[in-house]
C-alpha cells in the first residue's frame, strides 16, 4: 500500500510506500534534508513539522495519526515545544496514511537560490527615520518642565524646522526619565516623519537602520539598510513559510476560509519568518533587530492581508475588494515583528484586485509612468503582475500563471536549488539532450557524478522550448510519437513523456522526464501572461511594444529565446527584452530610503488603470489561441528564423 505524501516548500510529492520513514521518502523524492548521521536516529538533525488539516488544493487530508508513534529517540531530541507544534524526527516518522511535512529551514540540505539583487538605481536620500543630537537642560527645582516637553524644546531650539506638534511613543515615553538621567542629559532622538519620538538612545547615535522586505508568494527576499547613508549592509531570502499552507494565492484564501485557525496560521508563519530574517541580518552585522527603526513591506493583495492579520476572504471573490487600499502606517509590535519597540512598518498601496504593492514597487523602481515608449513590464511569479503604457496612460493586470513556472506542478520539478536542472539543449537531429545543474560549472558529461534531481523553472521553459523547435512536440503541445527516439515513450500512465536524464545520470536513481502534463501546465502558464499582455495592448490601441521588461527572480534566470519561442510574452526584438532582477524589491528599498517615492506610490497607484482580463468577452478564444507554440494566430517575425526551422512534421496543428 503507497499514500500520497508532499513536501514542503520544495513542492516535491509523490506516492511512497507505507512504512517507509520521511526521511527515506525525502531521499527517494530528492528532498534534501539534513541527516548527518545517515538516519542513525542519534543526530536530531532532520526534525519536520506535520500540517494537520484537509488542504483542498491538493486533494489531501494530513493528519499526525498518519505517521507511526512517537519514538524515545523523538521524545529524548525534540523539545516539549516542538512535540507540540507537530514535529518529529524525519528518520523515525513512518508514512501510514496521506501526509503533508514542512522542512523547516534548519534541517533542509539544500538551500533554494532566491534572487536578492536587483538594479543600481539613483534615489534622494530621505528617510522616514533620523537621528537627532540633543543636550538637555537638567531639571530644577526651579525648572519644572516634563521631561516630554523638555526634550522636545531641546530638539525645536536646536532643529529649528521641526514640526511643532511633536508625539511621543508610549513605550519609549515609559523609558525616557531613565534614559536621559543615565546618559547626563545628553541623547541622541530618533523621530518618524519629523512628528513621533520613535526612540531615545544615550549618548550620540549616528546611524539608523531600516529594512525592506519583498514578500512573495513563494519566497522572501530581505534588504538590511543604514537609513543615514542609503548603504544596502546586508541580504537575506528565505521560502515563504506559507507554502505549507498552499503554493498560490487561491489556496491561502481557501485555508484560510476552510480553516478555523487557517489565517492566524499564516499570519504568525510569515512574522516568524520576517523576524528570522531580521535576527540574521543584523546578527551577522554585530547589530541587533531593537536598532532597526523601521520596515518597508511590499506583497500581493492576498499576502498583504495575511501578513497584517486581515482575513483575505474577500479578495478571494468577486469584486475582489481589498479591506484597505491605500498606503498604511502599522506599529511593528502590533504585527509581532520585533525591530525597536516603537518601530513603524510602512506597507505600499495596492492598486487592485490582486495587483498589490509589490507591483507597485516594481512600478517606482522602473517609473514607466515617466516614458513616452510603450513598455510592457511582466513579473513573473506564482502571481503574475503586469503593466503596459506609458506617461499617457498605464494599464496593469494580474494573472494566475500558477506554481509550474517556478518547478511545481511538474512532475520532477522542484525549487531553484542544487541538483535542479536549469538549462537544456536538444539537438534536432539526434533529438539527444544536454543539460546543466545548478551548483555545477559545466553542462553535464558522461563522466561526471549524477546530481540532476529534478527542473526547475528555467529548465522546463528550456525543456519546451527545446521538445517544440526539436520538432518532438506539435504547436497544440502534443507529443510527436511518430518519431523514432528511445526518449520518446509513454510513461506508466500510457501518455507521452520524454527522458531528459536516464537513471544513471541522476541522483535520484529514475529517469527525470518532461510528460505531456508538464507541458500542458506550462502552456496554462504561459497562455495566462500572453493573454493578459495582449488585452492590454488592446485597451491600449496598439498592437506592438518597443520594450520589455522581465521583473523577478524567474524573469532574471529564464533564457529570453526560450521565452519566446513558447510564446510567454509578445514578439518583440531579444535586445529590448531585459532582466532587471527584483524591481519589487528594489522598490521596497527606494521607499525606505526616499519617503518622495512613498508619495510617488499612492500617485502611481491612483494612475495606473486595473483591467480585469477573465471578465473580457473574448478571453477565452484568447487564451485558446495563445495556447499553441507560440501562438496560434499571431506572428513573431523577430524569431520568424528560428520558427521556419522548426521540422515540418511539427508544424502540424493538432
Same mark, same amino acid.
Given at each position: 500500500?503507497?499514500?500520497?505524501?508532499?513536501?514542503?516548500?520544495?513542492?516535491?510529492?509523490?506516492?511512497?510506500?507505507?512504512?517507509?520513514?520521511?526521511?527515506?521518502?525525502?531521499?527517494?523524492?530528492?528532498?534534501?534534508?539534513?541527516?548527518?548521521?545517515?538516519?542513525?536516529?542519534?543526530?536530531?538533525?532532520?526534525?519536520?513539522?506535520?500540517?494537520?488539516?484537509?488542504?483542498?488544493?491538493?486533494?489531501?487530508?494530513?493528519?499526525?495519526?498518519?505517521?507511526?508513534?512517537?519514538?524515545?529517540?523523538?521524545?529524548?531530541?525534540?523539545?516539549?515545544?516542538?512535540?507540540?507544534?507537530?514535529?518529529?524526527?524525519?528518520?523515525?516518522?513512518?508514512?501510514?496514511?496521506?501526509?503533508?511535512?514542512?522542512?523547516?529551514?534548519?534541517?533542509?540540505?539544500?538551500?533554494?537560490?532566491? +534572487? $536578492?539583487?536587483?538594479? #543600481?538605481?539613483?534615489?534622494? @536620500?530621505?528617510? *522616514?527615520? /533620523? %537621528?537627532?543630537?540633543?543636550? =538637555?537642560?537638567?531639571?530644577? +527645582? $526651579?525648572?519644572?518642565? #516634563?521631561?516630554?516637553?523638555? @526634550?522636545?524644546? *531641546?530638539? /525645536? %531650539?536646536?532643529?529649528?524646522? =521641526?514640526?511643532?506638534?511633536?508625539?511621543?511613543?508610549?513605550?519609549?515615553?515609559?523609558?525616557?526619565?531613565?534614559?536621559?538621567? /543615565?546618559?547626563?542629559?545628553?541623547?541622541?532622538?530618533?523621530?518618524?516623519?519629523?512628528?513621533?519620538?520613535?526612540?531615545?538612545?544615550?549618548?550620540?547615535?549616528?546611524?539608523?537602520?531600516?529594512?525592506?522586505?519583498?514578500?512573495?508568494?513563494?519566497?522572501?527576499?530581505?534588504?538590511?539598510?543604514?537609513?543615514?547613508?542609503?548603504?544596502?549592509?546586508?541580504?537575506?531570502?528565505?521560502?515563504?513559510?506559507?507554502?505549507?499552507?498552499?503554493?498560490?494565492?487561491?489556496?491561502?484564501?481557501?485555508?484560510?476560509?476552510?480553516?478555523?485557525?487557517?489565517?492566524?496560521?499564516?499570519?504568525?508563519?510569515?512574522?516568524?519568518?520576517?523576524?528570522?530574517?531580521?535576527?540574521?541580518?543584523?546578527?551577522?552585522?554585530?547589530?541587533?533587530?531593537?536598532?532597526?527603526?523601521?520596515?518597508?513591506?511590499?506583497?500581493?493583495?492576498?499576502?498583504?492581508?495575511?501578513?497584517?492579520?486581515?482575513?483575505?476572504?474577500?479578495?478571494?471573490?468577486?469584486?475582489?475588494?481589498?479591506?484597505?487600499?491605500?498606503?498604511?502606517?502599522?506599529?511593528?509590535?502590533?504585527?509581532?515583528?520585533?525591530?525597536?519597540?516603537?518601530?513603524?512598518?510602512?506597507?505600499?498601496?495596492?492598486?487592485?484586485?490582486?495587483?498589490?504593492?509589490?507591483?507597485?514597487?516594481?512600478?517606482?523602481?522602473?517609473?514607466?509612468?515617466?516614458?513616452?515608449?510603450?513598455?510592457?513590464?511582466?513579473?513573473?511569479?506564482?502571481?503574475?503582475?503586469?503593466?503596459?503604457?506609458?506617461?499617457?496612460?498605464?494599464?496593469?493586470?494580474?494573472?494566475?500563471?500558477?506554481?509550474?513556472?517556478?518547478?511545481?506542478?511538474?512532475?520532477?520539478?522542484?525549487?531553484?536549488?542544487?541538483?535542479?536542472?536549469?538549462?537544456?539543449?536538444?539537438?534536432?537531429?539526434?533529438?539527444?539532450?544536454?543539460?546543466?545543474?545548478?551548483?555545477?560549472?559545466?553542462?553535464?558529461?558522461?563522466?561526471?557524478?549524477?546530481?540532476?534531481?529534478?527542473?526547475?523553472?528555467?529548465?522546463?521553459?528550456?525543456?519546451?522550448?527545446?521538445?517544440?523547435?526539436?520538432?518532438?512536440?506539435?504547436?497544440?503541445?502534443?507529443?510527436?510519437?511518430?518519431?523514432?527516439?528511445?526518449?520518446?515513450?509513454?510513461?506508466?500512465?500510457?501518455?507521452?513523456?520524454?527522458?531528459?536524464?536516464?537513471?544513471?545520470?541522476?541522483?535520484?536513481?529514475?529517469?527525470?522526464?518532461?510528460?505531456?502534463?508538464?507541458?500542458?501546465?506550462?502552456?496554462?502558464?504561459?497562455?495566462?501572461?500572453?493573454?493578459?499582455?495582449?488585452?492590454?495592448?488592446?485597451?491600449?490601441?496598439?498592437?506592438?511594444?518597443?520594450?520589455?521588461?522581465?521583473?523577478?527572480?524567474?524573469?532574471?534566470?529564464?533564457?529570453?529565446?526560450?521565452?519566446?519561442?513558447?510564446?510567454?510574452?509578445?514578439?518583440?526584438?531579444?535586445?529590448?527584452?531585459?532582466?532587471?532582477?527584483?524591481?519589487?524589491?528594489?522598490?521596497?528599498?527606494?521607499?525606505?530610503?526616499?519617503?518622495?517615492?512613498?508619495?510617488?506610490?499612492?500617485?502611481?497607484?491612483?494612475?495606473?488603470?486595473?483591467?480585469?482580463?477573465?471578465?473580457?468577452?473574448?478571453?477565452?478564444?484568447?487564451?485558446?489561441?495563445?495556447?499553441?507554440?507560440?501562438?496560434?494566430?499571431?506572428?513573431?517575425?523577430?524569431?520568424?528564423?528560428?520558427?521556419?526551422?522548426?521540422?515540418?512534421?511539427?508544424?502540424?496543428?493538432?
Amino acid at each position: 500500500m503507497s499514500f500520497h505524501v508532499i513536501f514542503q516548500p520544495s513542492g516535491r510529492r509523490g506516492l511512497i510506500s507505507a512504512e517507509k520513514s520521511l526521511l527515506e521518502a525525502s531521499q527517494e523524492l530528492g528532498v534534501d534534508i539534513e541527516a548527518p548521521c545517515g538516519g542513525a536516529k542519534v543526530c536530531g538533525k532532520c526534525k519536520v513539522k506535520i500540517e494537520e488539516g484537509y488542504f483542498e488544493k491538493f486533494g489531501l487530508d494530513s493528519q499526525m495519526s498518519h505517521l507511526s508513534s512517537l519514538t524515545e529517540e523523538e521524545k529524548r531530541m525534540l523539545r516539549p515545544e516542538e512535540l507540540g507544534d507537530n514535529y518529529r524526527l524525519a528518520c523515525c516518522a513512518k508514512v501510514q496514511g496521506d501526509i503533508l511535512v514542512f522542512v523547516p529551514e534548519e534541517s533542509r540540505g539544500a538551500k533554494q537560490i532566491v +534572487l $536578492e539583487t536587483g538594479t #543600481d538605481r539613483s534615489f534622494q @536620500l530621505n528617510p *522616514a527615520v /533620523k %537621528k537627532y543630537y540633543v543636550e =538637555l537642560d537638567p531639571a530644577t +527645582l $526651579e525648572d519644572h518642565r #516634563d521631561d516630554f516637553i523638555r @526634550l522636545r524644546e *531641546a530638539l /525645536k %531650539k536646536k532643529f529649528t524646522d =521641526l514640526n511643532d506638534e511633536i508625539t511621543i511613543d508610549y513605550p519609549v515615553l515609559l523609558a525616557l526619565p531613565d534614559v536621559i538621567r /543615565k546618559s547626563g542629559w545628553k541623547a541622541t532622538v530618533t523621530l518618524w516623519n519629523n512628528r513621533e519620538i520613535i526612540q531615545v538612545e544615550p549618548g550620540v547615535v549616528e546611524n539608523a537602520y531600516g529594512i525592506a522586505i519583498d514578500i512573495g508568494t513563494t519566497t522572501l527576499a530581505a534588504y538590511l539598510c543604514n537609513l543615514a547613508t542609503g548603504e544596502v549592509l546586508n541580504r537575506d531570502s528565505m521560502m515563504n513559510p506559507q507554502v505549507r499552507y498552499g503554493e498560490d494565492v487561491l489556496s491561502r484564501i481557501t485555508y484560510a476560509m476552510m480553516q478555523e485557525d487557517g489565517l492566524d496560521k499564516m499570519h504568525r508563519a510569515i512574522v516568524e519568518g520576517i523576524n528570522t530574517m531580521t535576527a540574521r541580518m543584523t546578527q551577522a552585522k554585530g547589530l541587533s533587530p531593537e536598532q532597526v527603526a523601521e520596515m518597508v513591506l511590499v506583497f500581493n493583495t492576498a499576502m498583504h492581508h495575511i501578513a497584517l492579520n486581515i482575513h483575505p476572504q474577500y479578495v478571494g471573490r468577486a469584486p475582489f475588494t481589498p479591506a484597505l487600499r491605500n498606503s498604511a502606517d502599522i506599529k511593528a509590535r502590533d504585527l509581532g515583528i520585533k525591530i525597536a519597540p516603537g518601530g513603524n512598518v510602512h506597507c505600499l498601496p495596492i492598486e487592485a484586485g490582486f495587483v498589490g504593492p509589490d507591483n507597485v514597487a516594481v512600478l517606482i523602481a522602473e517609473e514607466p509612468y515617466k516614458q513616452d515608449a510603450m513598455m510592457l513590464i511582466i513579473d513573473i511569479g506564482t502571481n503574475g503582475e503586469i503593466d503596459f503604457g506609458n506617461k499617457e496612460h498605464l494599464l496593469s493586470t494580474s494573472c494566475a500563471t500558477g506554481p509550474a513556472l517556478e518547478g511545481a506542478q511538474i512532475k520532477f520539478g522542484m525549487r531553484a536549488a542544487p541538483g535542479a536542472i536549469e538549462r537544456i539543449k536538444i539537438d534536432p537531429s539526434s533529438l539527444e539532450p544536454r543539460f546543466k545543474v545548478i551548483g555545477e560549472e559545466d553542462w553535464y558529461h558522461a563522466e561526471q557524478k549524477p546530481s540532476a534531481k529534478g527542473i526547475c523553472g528555467s529548465g522546463i521553459i528550456d525543456g519546451v522550448a527545446e521538445l517544440f523547435k526539436s520538432g518532438i512536440i506539435e504547436p497544440s503541445g502534443r507529443f510527436n510519437m511518430k518519431l523514432s527516439s528511445p526518449r520518446i515513450r509513454r510513461g506508466a500512465d500510457n501518455k507521452p513523456e520524454y527522458v531528459l536524464a536516464w537513471s544513471q545520470e541522476t541522483s535520484l536513481g529514475t529517469d527525470i522526464t518532461i510528460t505531456q502534463g508538464d507541458v500542458r501546465a506550462v502552456q496554462l502558464a504561459k497562455s495566462a501572461l500572453y493573454v493578459g499582455a495582449k488585452i492590454l495592448m488592446k485597451k491600449r490601441g496598439v498592437d506592438h511594444v518597443d520594450s520589455i521588461t522581465l521583473a523577478g527572480a524567474f524573469g532574471s534566470y529564464i533564457d529570453k529565446e526560450s521565452a519566446l519561442v513558447i510564446g510567454m510574452f509578445p514578439d518583440c526584438p531579444l535586445d529590448k527584452v531585459v532582466a532587471v532582477g527584483n524591481a519589487a524589491g528594489d522598490g521596497a528599498k527606494l521607499a525606505l530610503l526616499d519617503t518622495g517615492k512613498r508619495v510617488e506610490a499612492q500617485e502611481a497607484a491612483n494612475f495606473v488603470q486595473f483591467v480585469e482580463t477573465a471578465v473580457e468577452p473574448d478571453f477565452q478564444v484568447q487564451f485558446a489561441d495563445a495556447m499553441y507554440f507560440p501562438h496560434a494566430k499571431d506572428p513573431f517575425p523577430h524569431i520568424q528564423h528560428i520558427l521556419d526551422a522548426v521540422p515540418k512534421t511539427s508544424k502540424k496543428a493538432v
